[in-house]
């Protein structure tokens, strides 16, 4: 096989490997047996369920909006987002920066059955909750969408303001 045979192959199967069906799993439903991965982002960190301090509810609807799309938190606190959907296709509420989300958005775009399942989203069926636990460490103000192919792209995204101690 040729250098430029094998190359391709090596990526056509990367990219098979990389791309999942995002089909109708309830992603939102975390291994409770399985560790939370601690990452630290530029938007805060995995939070744990003893240290939330608030719970904030959040509708999705197939119109691709958010209620509420504006948050106010407190640099430190810990919250737990309880996403509604309140619709009939599948959301998810991806929180992150705006570079961070305008290329996952690119990805799944390109690659719209690709799974992924980070703590700070949630992948929500029609008519389910799911729940997100984050800890906002960081001041700032950050993103959140549902980066579902089209659904970005219709602005289904919201604000969150982390304000500093």
Same mark, same amino acid.
């Given at each position: 096989?040729?250098?430029?045979?094998? =190359? #391709?192959?090596?990526? =056509? @199967? !990367?990219?098979?490997?990389?791309?999942?069906?995002?089909?109708?799993?309830?992603?939102?439903?975390?291994?409770?047996?399985?560790?939370?991965?601690?990452?630290?982002?530029?938007?805060?960190?995995?939070?744990?369920?003893?240290?939330?301090?608030?719970?904030?509810?959040?509708?999705?609807?197939?119109?691709?909006?958010?209620?509420?799309?504006?948050?106010?938190?407190?640099?430190?606190?810990? #919250?737990?987002?309880?996403?509604?959907?309140?619709?009939?296709?599948?959301?998810? @509420?991806?929180? !992150?920066?705006?570079?961070?989300?305008?290329?996952?958005?690119?990805?799944?775009?390109?690659?719209?059955?690709?799974?992924?399942?980070?703590?700070?989203?949630?992948?929500?069926?029609? !008519?389910?909750?799911?729940?997100?636990?984050?800890?906002?460490?960081?001041?700032?103000?950050?993103?959140?969408?549902?980066?579902?192919?089209?659904?970005?792209?219709?602005?289904?995204?919201?604000?969150?303001?982390?304000?500093?101690?």
């Amino acid at each position: 096989m040729s250098t430029i045979h094998t =190359l #391709v192959l090596v990526t =056509l @199967l !990367g990219v098979t490997a990389a791309v999942h069906a995002h089909g109708d799993d309830d992603h939102a439903k975390k291994d409770a047996s399985q560790p939370v991965k601690k990452e630290q982002k530029a938007w805060g960190i995995a939070g744990d369920a003893k240290a939330v301090k608030r719970t904030i509810e959040i509708k999705m609807t197939d119109d691709m909006r958010f209620t509420p799309d504006r948050l106010s938190v407190q640099q430190g606190e810990t #919250v737990k987002f309880v996403i509604r959907n309140a619709g009939q296709v599948m959301h998810e @509420l991806v929180i !992150g920066t705006k570079q961070e989300l305008d290329e996952h958005a690119a990805l799944m775009a390109k690659f719209p059955e690709m799974e992924h399942d980070e703590p700070y989203m949630a992948h929500v069926k029609p !008519g389910k909750t799911g729940e997100l636990i984050w800890t906002f460490n960081r001041p700032g103000e950050f993103d959140f969408a549902c980066l579902i192919a089209g659904h970005y792209q219709a602005g289904m995204v919201g604000k969150i303001k982390v304000a500093a101690k």
